[in-house]
């Protein structure tokens, strides 16, 4: 499948070789690779050491806990999900139109909570750092989803990315 199979102008308001690029790029690789490994852990810890632990805190703490390992496992597979379409597009098994609609975009979703739940600062450290990785790469996957989906609307020119363009375009690649 040619990458001008993928979509045409008239149907998407990004763009789809940036978006095919970095699926088929190793950042794209290590992100699959550290978002999956981080839903494994989560899993992992979570049914494992984190449920004994929950049982050991407060009844705020454990609401906190009950609370904030809801949002992470929602976020994580989210994450999940948006690798999964990218590495389906790459793969040819779904059409960059359809990966760019609304239902596999992450940047319409909110970002980071600003409030925690009540009784948080008691939670387990290994649930805190989990959760900190999780933001962390909710947020990057966050803003890779908008940078080759919304392409650079708001942002202003990359005059790299604009030469590279230039050079491909010239050398035919």
Not at 110 to 123: I, K, M, V, Y
């Amino acid at each position: 499948m040619t990458d001008t199979n993928q979509t045409s102008p008239q149907r998407a308001n990004f763009d789809a070789k940036r978006a095919i690029d970095f699926a088929r790029s190793e950042l794209f690789e290590r992100t699959f690779k550290e978002g999956m490994a981080l839903v494994e852990e989560t899993a992992a810890y979570l049914d494992g050491p984190g449920r004994a632990a929950s049982k050991r805190l407060s009844r705020a703490a454990a609401l906190a806990y009950a609370g904030e390992s809801m949002r992470l496992t929602t976020r994580l597979m989210q994450v999940a999900s948006w690798l999964l379409v990218q590495r389906a597009v790459r793969d040819g098994e779904i059409q960059m139109v359809e990966a760019s609609s609304e239902k596999y975009r992450l940047i319409s979703r909110d970002t980071q909570p600003t409030t925690g739940f009540a009784g948080s600062d008691e939670l387990p450290e290994a649930l805190k750092s989990l959760i900190i990785r999780g933001g962390a790469i909710f947020e990057r996957v966050r803003r890779l989803d908008g940078t080759m989906y919304d392409g650079d609307r708001d942002e202003p020119a990359n005059a790299v990315s604009d030469q590279l363009a230039m050079l491909h375009q010239a050398f035919g690649r």
